[in-house]
DNA sequence: ACTTGCCTAACTAACGTTCGTTCGGTTAGC
DNA sequence: GCTAACCGAACGAACGTTAGTTAGGCAAGT
């Protein structure tokens, strides 16, 4: 195996409830699994016939184009993603900073246990055309819309001090994204770890420590 | 434009020392600008050639294959961003808050500054074989290991206060990552303003707040 | 009971295009 | 007249996609 790897999973994980029976479902996980280890581009259609045991036509039967299988993928992803996220938050009670931790235990919770959806989703978005795409980016802002809404509460109601809420937003949401390239069940640390270890660091990055330094930012 | 562009950056800016005169120059530019904004395998030979003003058969006067333009990309791009911080890890203090601090700023000021070079030297790395990697490879782990040391460093000395210190380098590292995709010139912040929020939020991120929580993770 | 017709899902074969790359020749400056 | 840079043309392979065909299941008509 080469030294480097796109991500350290090694097996496609489709949420439950699309894992099904039939061969679009089979193709949709062949895609996911080569389009998650070597990128869209990279990755030709024949490929995703081979890995699904199936003839490169048989693909055309069950989506219309390459791109399509893609659009689907990414999404199931942001749907998946979206969703859990609301749901944790929602669970969780009103205080801010009990919302932001349901938040970055559900996200990093989502990028460990679909890592190869998320690397898709995250990656190879870009590729969709603006039809394609709409449904996706229409969740992905609504997630990001989530975080912000949450964190300028905090911050309103004094739990939380940053300069820029936009950029708190980004660096959590950032270092989240990455969650699926490197973990894997056999890393050192439980899934559950690294969630909880991310949402304590959310909590420190959003609340100034004792010295009360608020993190404004430099002049221009 | 389409909604969904891979990074916001739209000019292509290699190291001023890459900048060299001839053909061979204007070919790795053009094929920073392709690969950055397409990816890799979504660019083709001819892309680059036209976009370096010059024809497909020149390509290789200078470069042996499509692959070795991306290896020296991406060695170019490593190499900048472990001298920049290593650079500047130096000469802060020996404190290593004021070491995090160096660190996070060089490192985000690396991916604002160059975030073409960024983008492909992360996100197409994985396309790179055992041989035409290896430098690379070598930089990368060099700069993680950098970090690395202060963290450890820190806690030792009582600065920090984590549970795993590769899980903090991993959520720093990772939240310097992203800048380089959303980050433009026209952003409402400026690189400075970035790179010195991140700094902060590193800091945060490394010491615990007055209430003493220290983010041990949950159990397994 | 048995043919007929249709549907689904898969197949074989091939379309035209584009890919990375090579080779032999042509130009331009010293 | 040499060297370095560049180009036109082409190679075989692989690309996404399409057309037409085959096999099996199942319900209706006789």
């Given at each position: 195996m080469s030294i480097n790897r796109r991500l350290a999973a090694t097996t496609a994980r489709l949420l439950p409830g699309q894992k099904q029976s039939g061969g679009s479902g089979r193709v949709l996980e062949a895609a996911l699994k080569l389009f998650a280890e070597r990128g869209y581009a990279a990755t030709s259609v024949r490929d995703v016939a081979a890995a699904a045991g199936v003839k490169p036509a048989t693909i055309y039967a069950h989506y219309p184009s390459k791109e399509h299988i893609l659009a689907e993928l990414c999404r199931v992803g942001h749907e998946e993603q979206y969703r859990s996220v609301r749901t944790a938050v929602l669970?969780?009670?009103?205080?801010?900073?009990?919302?932001?931790?349901?938040?970055?235990?559900?996200?990093?919770?989502?990028?460990?246990?679909?890592?190869?959806?998320?690397?898709?989703?995250?990656?190879?978005?870009?590729?969709?055309?603006?039809?394609?795409?709409?449904?996706?980016?229409?969740?992905?802002?609504?997630?990001?819309?989530?975080?912000?809404?949450?964190?300028?509460?905090?911050?309103?109601?004094?739990?939380?001090?940053?300069?820029?809420?936009?950029?708190?937003?980004?660096?959590?949401?950032?270092?989240?994204?990455?969650?699926?390239?490197?973990?894997?069940?056999?890393?050192?640390?439980?899934?559950?770890?690294v969630a909880d270890g991310y949402a304590e660091f959310a909590l420190r990055l959003l609340a100034a420590g004792s010295d009360g330094k608020a993190g404004k930012g430099g002049s221009r």
């Open positions: 669970a969780s009670g009103g205080a801010p900073r009990d919302q932001i931790v349901a938040y970055v235990r559900a996200h990093v919770g989502f990028h460990t246990t679909y890592p190869m959806l998320a690397v898709v989703s995250n990656s190879e978005l870009h590729v969709l055309g603006d039809e394609l795409g709409a449904a996706t980016f229409v969740l992905r802002r609504q997630s990001e819309e989530l975080m912000q809404d949450i964190v300028k509460r905090g911050i309103d109601g004094g739990a939380f001090q940053v300069a820029d809420p936009w950029l708190a937003v980004a660096a959590i949401g950032g270092m989240g994204l990455r969650v699926a390239y490197w973990f894997s069940p056999a890393y050192k640390l439980s899934a559950k770890q």
